[in-house]
T-cell receptor
Framework: GAGVSQTPSNKVTEKGKYVELRCDPISGHTALYWYRQSLGQGPEFLIYFQGTGAADDSGLPNDRFFAVRPEGSVSTLKIQRTERGDSAVYLC???????????FGPGTRLTVL | GQQVMQIPQYQHVQEGEDFTTYCNSSTTLSNIQWYKQRPGGHPVFLIQLVKSGEVKKQKRLTFQFGEAKKNSSLHITATQTTDVGTYFCAGLNTGGFKTIFGAGTRLFVKA
């Protein structure tokens, strides 16, 4: 596809469960970002990948959050022992470099009951 | 840590009026980007400013980057109903990878 895709578009889970959110970036984009956006707020930086490695994971809120990008393309954000406060829209973005425009996916709306 | 403040939080205008949103960073930025997010949508890139004092125009939109590379503004001339949405600035720290978004300014345009 031409743009960034994210799956699932919606995820409802129960407190304490494990979830995985997937991001397919634009082909050829080496830079990939994960953000979290709550209602009425701007996207909150979580983690940045350059290729396969996490160059900056300083935005991950705690050790329940983890992300991988094993082949430098698709990325998965993993959340363990989900809490109600994790409910938000999780956005993925990709770009050619860390200093170029970011192309956002449609997001995954996570609801933790 | 680095903060990016954006004001105002909301702006209601009559169609045809001008609109400005302001962005201030607590640290010097490598560059600043502006995005627009429509209700229910995702952020869409508008422009990037890199140089100190840079001014760029896109039709009715004018973007400025401050001399100290710590503040920026977006000005829309003669707003239209299609301008409705939330405008975010996003700053990249010098030497870093972390993009920090402002909280956004939500623009409402009354026809």
């Amino acid at each position: 596809g031409a743009g960034v895709s994210q799956t699932p578009s919606n995820k409802v889970t129960e407190k304490g469960k494990y979830v995985e959110l997937r991001c397919d970036p634009i082909s050829g984009h080496t830079a990939l970002y994960w953000y979290r956006q709550s209602l009425g707020q701007g996207p909150e930086f979580l983690i940045y990948f350059q290729g396969t490695g996490a160059a900056d994971d300083s935005g991950l809120p705690n050790d329940r959050f983890f992300a991988v990008r094993p082949e430098g393309s698709v990325s998965t954000l993993k959340i363990q022992r989900t809490e109600r406060g994790d409910s938000a829209v999780y956005l993925c973005a990709s770009s050619l470099t860390s200093e170029s425009e970011q192309f956002f996916g449609p997001g995954t709306r996570l609801t933790v009951l | 840590g680095q903060q990016v403040m954006q004001i105002p939080q909301y702006q209601h205008v009559q169609e045809g009026e001008d609109f400005t949103t302001y962005c201030n960073s607590s640290t010097t930025l490598s560059n600043i980007q502006w995005y627009k997010q429509r209700p229910g949508g995702h952020p869409v890139f508008l422009i990037q400013l890199v140089k100190s004092g840079e001014v760029k125009k896109q039709k009715r939109l004018t973007f400025q980057f401050g001399e100290a590379k710590k503040n920026s503004s977006l000005h829309i001339t003669a707003t239209q109903t299609t301008d409705v949405g939330t405008y975010f600035c996003a700053g990249l720290n010098t030497g870093g990878f972390k993009t920090i978004f402002g909280a956004g300014t939500r623009l409402f345009v009354k026809a």
